[in-house]
């Protein structure tokens, strides 16, 4: 079984910063990783992703503001978000894809909040 369990979401003011992380129950250096939010009322978003291999990728919205980032020997994935806005309210759930496998996981999500 493989579980994936975020942490670090919370209320912040608009300009502030949050750094999300995701533990894996087990090796995921084999894995490619994510990060996905969904806004209330809204369809589940790609926020960042990183490679295997450690090539990482965020979606233009919070590009410039969102780092991505993995520890294998620690078994994280941490999203470091800088200068938030309002509009990156929402629930942040982790995401692992193993090569060559169809099968997914996602952790319940950590609820990140912007006021204004």
């Known amino acids: 079984q493989v579980q994936l369990v975020e942490s670090g979401g919370g209320l912040v003011q608009a300009g502030g910063s949050l750094r999300l992380s995701c533990q894996i129950s087990?090796?995921?250096?084999?894995?490619?990783m994510g990060w996905y939010r969904q806004a209330p009322g809204k369809q589940r978003e790609f926020v960042a992703r990183?490679?295997?291999?450690?090539?990482?990728d965020v979606a233009d919205s919070v590009k410039g503001r969102f780092t991505i980032s993995r520890d294998n020997a620690k078994n994280t994935v941490d999203l470091q978000m800088d200068r938030l806005k309002p509009d990156d309210t929402g629930v942040y759930s982790c995401?692992?894809?193993?090569?060559?496998?169809?099968?997914?996981?996602w952790g319940q999500g950590t609820l990140v909040t912007v006021s204004e």
């Open positions: 995401n692992a894809r193993p090569l060559l496998s169809s099968v997914e996981y």
């Open positions: 087990s090796s995921f250096s084999l894995s490619n």
């Open positions: 990183i490679s295997n291999t450690g090539v990482a």
